[in-house]
């Protein structure tokens, strides 16, 4: 047999697609015995473009160009395509490069908050008529008298903290972790009072800074602040990690 002569066993082929109007590239399968003509119909689901604007382009797995793909009424595996090639198409209708995945082009709609409060069959209709959520007075007294209660509690939690001191933390749903007290007070990035404190492990989430003012001094991934009710203090010593055996 002539050694120029491919044989093609595969009436499939997996091919990468690629086009003018998008960045993305995506993988199909496609039989080989389509003709062009219908795999332009069927590219223009994947790509957005009209089969009649379209323009193909084989380009070979290592995406160097082999070959347009002209002929509408040729067959797909008359074609040069292995798996893994890459079909280009390019659109003649002149969309352009993240045409529709570029939603700052959008038209938005825009509707003012008197416009809003107007409207009957609106969610917030609705929540004032059934009395829910915020619009409950008596649900929003109790829940604002609750909160009041829980941060005196973290306060004189707070006030019962020392800087220096051993302290162990335990966060609903986390391990719990020993470290040093380092900051006790309130801070800018949250209302309320705080506890910085300094991991004996690296299980924190910075270095005793956050948004870019300093409350302590750490290393990094070392620091974390915790509400006081959730700081335990006492006689914890660090534990050794055999940092230096061998």
Known sequence: MDGSVKVI???????RLTTTISSFEVNRRFDRGITIAELKGKLEMVVG???????????????QLLQKMDN?????????VDDNCRIH??????????EFSDVTQVEKFALSDDAYEQRAESARSFMK???L???????????????????KEQKKAA???SVGSRCQVQVPGQPTKLGTVMFVGTTDFKPGYWVGVKYDEPLGKHD???????????????????KPLNVVVGDFPEEDYGLDEM
Do not use: H
Request: charged share 25%; aromatic share 8%; with cysteine.
């Open 9 to 15: 066993t595969n009436p499939t082929v997996n091919v």
């Open 49 to 63: 473009a009209l089969a009649s604007s379209m323009d193909l382009e084989l380009f070979s797995t290592s995406d």
């Open 72 to 80: 509408d009424n040729a067959l797909l595996g008359s074609y040069p």
């Open 89 to 98: 198409v390019i659109d003649r209708s002149g969309g352009q490069l993240g």
């Open 129 to 131: 008529k059934q009395s």
């Open 133 to 151: 959520g915020r619009y409950n007075e008596e649900e929003m007294a109790k829940k604002k008298a609750e909160n009041i209660a829980k941060e």
């Open 159 to 161: 006030e019962a903290i």
């Open 208 to 226: 005793g800074s956050c948004n870019g003012k300093r409350y302590f001094e750490c290393e990094k991934n070392y620091g974390a602040f915790v």
